[in-house]
């Protein structure tokens, strides 16, 4: 029993470990969700997930922890959002048109992103041009696909690690990534991107 409570997370390697994934996490859920309030709710619900009911779990758990935790509530987010369209929609009939247009016409605009300019050097300019192309073609993927290729090739977990946290085989995870890895490249390529 001592030896057990020996290797459990401190309150500071919690709070190490949570500020070490967050810049991760929240390009995770940005990828999966593409709504930046949304992604950074989804951080914050995972991380108060993790701390509160696994803090006696040892710290080289929690980073596998925290990734089921993350796949689960960005699953939970689009549950919810299947449940409000469906809802949407079925009471869009009583809104008048001319309302009905205005309401789209904002929400557009409102969420639309917008993109600062920079004033770095060339090189890194050039860098930033290509992760942002990366970032776009990471967004036309599939579900599933986007999620194995970021636990796989970002978060480096290895093939039996995603496969956990994707609640799949092995085979699927590998399935996944390869047709990831394919679309990003015929997708990168046409963009003028050599890999």
């Not at 048109?97 to 050097?121: G, H, I, M, W």
């Not at 930033?128 to 986007?146: G, H, S």
Request: proline letters at 3%; aromatic letters at 8%.
């Amino acid at each position: 029993m001592i030896e057990r409570l020996a290797i459990l997370a401190t309150r500071e390697e919690l709070s190490d470990f949570l500020i070490e994934i967050e810049r991760r996490a929240y390009k995770q859920a940005l990828f999966a969700v593409q709504d930046e309030q949304a992604a950074l709710d989804i951080i914050q619900d995972s991380m108060m997930k993790l701390t509160a009911k696994y803090t006696s779990k040892p710290v080289e758990e929690l980073p596998l922890l925290f990734q089921r935790i993350l796949q689960n509530t960005i699953r939970d987010y689009y549950r919810r959002q299947k449940t409000r369209t469906l809802w949407t929609t079925l009471f869009s009939a009583f809104i008048p048109s001319d309302q009905d247009k205005e309401r789209e016409d904002a929400d557009f605009l409102e969420t639309f992103p917008v993109k600062q300019e920079s004033n770095e050097p060339d090189a890194q300019l050039e860098k930033a041009q290509l992760v942002d192309l990366i970032e776009e073609a990471i967004k036309i993927l599939p579900v599933r696909q986007r999620e194995a290729f970021i636990l796989r090739y970002w978060e480096e977990m290895s093939l039996a690690e995603t496969a956990a946290i994707m609640n799949c085989s092995e085979g699927s995870v590998k399935t996944h990534c390869s047709r990831a890895v394919h679309t990003l490249a015929s997708v990168l390529g046409e963009k003028g991107v050599k890999l």
